[in-house]
């Protein structure tokens, strides 16, 4: 075995061996013989070590040159534009989609490379690349110097027309996604560089693999405030960019977010409230047992601040959590359940845990049908209020409790919802609410009283249920729950 054989062997890169020593005889002739073989060997084996990366996600700008194997995605159109340059005034290129089990990126082939990419090359082909990465609007970018096909390596990344939330990685774009509006943000102008206005809001969207905060730009911006919360939508052409270590969609000029007559599923993350830690960042789902007004503040810049506190129970605890800016306009009361997306927890009033709703925090009031409400509800029979716009304890004040009490022989005093009636110690009472608290007490509550109840029965948060008994001490004595 010769010296060159020696080094390929060592050589941590996959690279044929005539291809290295090709690479070795021109590293020799260009150092016009002041190398021997070995060492031009060890020089190119050096070269190619540098070069040769384990995947996409370890590109980075900056690096000198990289070598990558990658599946095309996507094939976009070949455009032309004008140069500077009188020998090749005219010149040419196509954008390709290229990805590997890693991650996703843009490479750019020029000129004569760009005419063979549009005859040749189609998705699913599997290409070796080498190229110059660099920071591009849309992600990392690779200006390709050689790419050659590979038909006998296997690069397992699925080709689609539309994503999901899990199927998105750094660099992606035409992303089309469809999703259920679970957020949304009023629209932020700012002054770019050159003068100009720009205009940017946010969205959040949720499908059963996910959620991803949505961030549009400019005229697409305003449709932030032209759709509601529980509304499918679609994001077509979007892109994928990164901001404090989340992947974020892009929708600028060339994308657009459409509603669409669709039913999409989002079942929200639950951390049980028990297990909560302070410093953690988790979703939390549950029923909203009470909701403080709105407090304005003022900033250390001078400016001014709003929060609102409420307090949210599951099946192991409550919590508090802090509603900042925005979130604490959101329309909210005891008895909803909702779904609070990456709080932050942090240590609260005396000690007690605290979950802080900031701007990169997700609150939905579970409304829809199509949002899995999940164990808050279940066991609730057909007349459950889980929560929301069709759902709040205000849809009750209309035909509520008053019109029960069919076997209480006329003798039974009823506290109907919304009737505002005052409850009296030691009469017969039926109270109809929503179980904001389930345990030792019951606790319901009608949207403008709440009351303890003691019994045995298995009733659960978010369910509508109607107590009957003796009212004593303020508390009511069920002998009776249904």
């Known amino acids: 075995m010769g010296a060159i054989e020696d080094v390929y062997e060592d050589l941590d890169a996959d690279v044929d061996l005539e291809k290295f020593r090709e690479a070795v005889e ?53 455009r032309t534009f004008e140069r500077d340059d009188e020998e090749q005034p005219e010149g040419q290129v196509i954008n390709v989609e290229v990805a590997d089990e890693t991650g996703s990126l843009r490479a750019a082939f020029w000129d004569e490379r760009a005419e063979a990419v549009k005859n040749e090359l189609e998705e699913g082909d599997v290409l070796r690349i ?11 970018e690779v200006s390709v110097d050689d790419a050659e096909p590979d038909d006998d390596v296997e690069v397992d990344v699925a080709i689609t027309d539309t994503y999901r939330v899990e199927d998105l990685s750094l660099g992606l774009s035409d992303v089309d996604l469809a999703g259920l509006v679970l957020d949304t943000e ?18 959040v969207l949720g499908d059963p693999t996910g959620k991803i905060r949505v961030t549009m730009w400019d005229e697409r911006a305003d449709r932030a405030e032209e759709i509601d919360p529980g509304t499918s939508v679609e994001v077509v052409d979007g892109y994928v960019r990164e901001r404090d270590g989340s992947l974020e969609l892009h929708v600028g000029d060339r994308g657009a977010v459409e509603e669409i007559d669709e039913e999409i599923e989002y079942e929200p993350e639950r951390t049980p409230i028990e297990t909560l830690e302070i410093g953690q960042t988790v979703d939390l789902a549950g029923v909203v047992r009470s909701a403080d007004p709105k407090r304005t503040f003022d900033r250390d810049d001078g400016s001014e601040g709003q929060v609102r506190n409420i307090r949210v129970q599951d099946d192991s605890g409550d919590i508090r959590v802090a509603l900042w800016g925005e979130k604490a306009d959101k329309e909210i009361a005891p008895g909803d359940e909702v779904a609070l997306a990456d709080v932050e927890i942090q240590d609260g009033w005396q000690d007690d845990l605290e979950a802080s709703a900031g701007w990169q925090s997700t609150v939905t009031v579970l409304e829809d049908a199509s949002i899995d409400a999940g164990g808050a509800s279940d066991g609730a029979d057909d007349s459950s209020a889980g929560s ?5 304890l205000g849809s009750f004040e209309d035909g509520g409790a ?20 005052a409850l009296a110690d030691g009469e017969q009472t039926e109270f109809t609410g929503t179980v904001v608290q389930a345990g030792d007490p019951v606790v319901l509550d009608d949207g403008e009283e709440t009351i303890s109840v003691e019994t045995d029965a298995d009733v659960h948060l978010g369910q509508e249920v109607t107590a009957r008994g003796e009212l004593r001490d ?6 009776d729950v249904f």
Not at 402 to 421: F, I, K, L
Not at 474 to 479: I, P, V
Request: proline residues 2%.
């Open 474 to 479: 303020g508390r009511l004595d069920a002998d």
């Open 130 to 140: 080498k190229g110059r990465p660099k920071e591009g609007f849309n992600g990392i």
């Open 402 to 421: 008053g019109s029960s009490g069919d076997d209480a022989g006329g003798e039974t005093a009823v506290a109907a919802n919304g009737g505002g009636a």
């Open 186 to 203: 009023s629209v932020r102008t700012f002054d770019r560089d050159d003068g100009s206005e720009g205009k940017v809001a946010n969205l």
């Open 388 to 392: 929301g716009a069709d759902q709040t």
């Open 26 to 78: 021109a590293k020799v002739d260009q150092m016009g013989g002041l190398a021997d073989e070995e060492t031009a060997a060890m020089l190119v084996a050096h070269e190619v070590n540098d070069e040769e990366v384990n995947g996409i996600a370890d590109i980075e700008p900056g690096m000198e040159e990289v070598k990558f194997i990658a599946k095309v995605i996507d094939v976009g159109e070949l």
